[in-house]
Nanobody, 120 residues
Framework: QVQLVESGGGLVQAGGSLRLSCAASGSDLSINTMGWYRQAPGKQREFVADITSGGSTNYADSVKGRFTISRDNAKNTVYLQINNLKPEDTAVYYC??????????????WGQGTQVTVSS
């Protein structure tokens, strides 16, 4: 029903930039909180950034000032602009759609991820 497809990952040198995209189908991105998470080898998935339906954004301390999350409701797509990449940013980046319902219920959908590799 809900499908999230990430793209834009790749291999870059430290200090470079990437823009990740997440195209959503089966649900309206404009009324849901969208987020980006990442998982490095041997580590748990961690929060990177999110953006609410109202446009409010949140960032992990490790990426604040370098990453920017945005959405294009007309295209039902969320983006993650990544600048000044560091080797520790190497991970699989996942798109997240957070649906909320009555009585404080919620559900999370995930994409399959896109690989970001940063060389020294």
């Amino acid at each position: 029903q809900v499908q999230l497809v990430e793209s834009g990952g790749g291999l870059v040198q430290a200090g470079g930039s990437l823009r990740l995209s997440c195209a959503a189908s089966g649900s309206d991105l404009s009324i849901n909180t969208m987020g980006w998470y990442r998982q490095a080898p041997g580590k748990q998935r961690e929060f990177v950034a999110d953006i609410t339906s109202g446009g409010s954004t949140n960032y992990a301390d490790s990426v604040k000032g370098r990453f920017t999350i945005s959405r294009d409701n007309a295209k039902n797509t969320v983006y993650l602009q990544i600048n000044n990449l560091k080797p520790e940013d190497t991970a699989v980046y996942y798109c997240n759609l957070h649906e909320t319902f009555r009585f404080y219920r919620s559900y999370d959908y995930w994409g399959q991820g896109t690989q970001v590799t940063v060389s020294s």
